[in-house]
């Protein structure tokens, strides 16, 4: 990298603003600032102060705003990897319903598919705690209800017995509401976190 790259913009105005008044001083040719007897201090401050945040916030305000962006653009893949790993779940019941045969090797599957869907809600609050703190606890909160529903519906209920093995239009259709209901949440969480 070069070094100048290195170098905070501010330092380099500030030495720039030095040099420049050493040269007015040093040179009688050319013309050094002259302060006004009767300024006074406050003033002055004032107008350093001014001068100083007219300078930095467009660049503080600008690495805040790059930063959540990135921020936000991760949080909102896991969060979509979470609906991804649901779709999985739900691509099984609707195959199963299609062919009419629901096998173990199936109900293992969906059961493996939610235990990795626990771990990556787990990564998405531990993240969302460091990141937004205030926004976590509300919108995981609703997440785990809805996921705990439709997660009980299916391994709490009639499917893991091993009778079920035809997935019939009732099922289907349940299965499809609470389905339906977490992947809206999930797909609002998007929204909500492009919006914090």
């Given amino acids: 990298m070069k070094l100048i790259s290195k170098i905070p913009y501010?330092?380099?105005?500030?030495?720039t603003l030095l040099i420049g008044l050493t040269c007015g001083l040093l040179w009688t040719d050319i013309p050094y600032i002259k302060f006004n007897n009767?300024?006074?201090?406050y003033e002055v401050l004032n107008l350093l102060l001014t001068l100083s945040?007219?300078?930095?916030?467009?660049?503080?305000?600008?690495?805040?705003?790059?930063d959540n962006r990135s921020i936000k653009s991760f949080?909102?893949?896991e969060v979509k990897s979470i609906i991804s790993t649901l779709s999985k779940i739900e691509s099984i019941i609707s195959t199963s319903h299609t062919i009419g045969n629901l096998t173990q090797a199936n109900k293992d599957e969906i059961i493996f598919l939610f235990h990795k869907?626990?771990?990556q809600m787990n990564s998405l609050f531990q993240q969302l705690q460091l990141s937004f703190p205030?926004?976590?606890?509300?919108?995981?909160d609703k997440l785990k209800e809805k996921y705990f529903i439709y997660e009980r519906f299916l391994t709490?209920?009639?499917?893991?017995?091993?009778t079920f093995i035809n997935v019939d239009n009732r099922f289907y259709r349940e299965h499809c509401t609470e389905y339906s209901?977490?992947?809206?949440?999930?797909?609002t969480m998007v929204h909500c976190i492009h919006k914090i």
């Fill in 75 to 77: 949080l909102v893949d």
């Fill in 134 to 140: 205030s926004f976590s606890n509300d919108i995981m």
């Fill in 10 to 15: 501010w330092v380099i105005i500030l030495v």
């Fill in 156 to 162: 709490g209920g009639e499917m893991m017995l091993s």
């Fill in 117 to 119: 869907t626990e771990l």
């Fill in 38 to 41: 009767e300024l006074k201090l």
């Fill in 181 to 187: 209901k977490i992947e809206t949440l999930l797909k």
């Fill in 53 to 66: 945040l007219a300078i930095l916030i467009p660049f503080l305000i600008k690495k805040l705003i790059d």
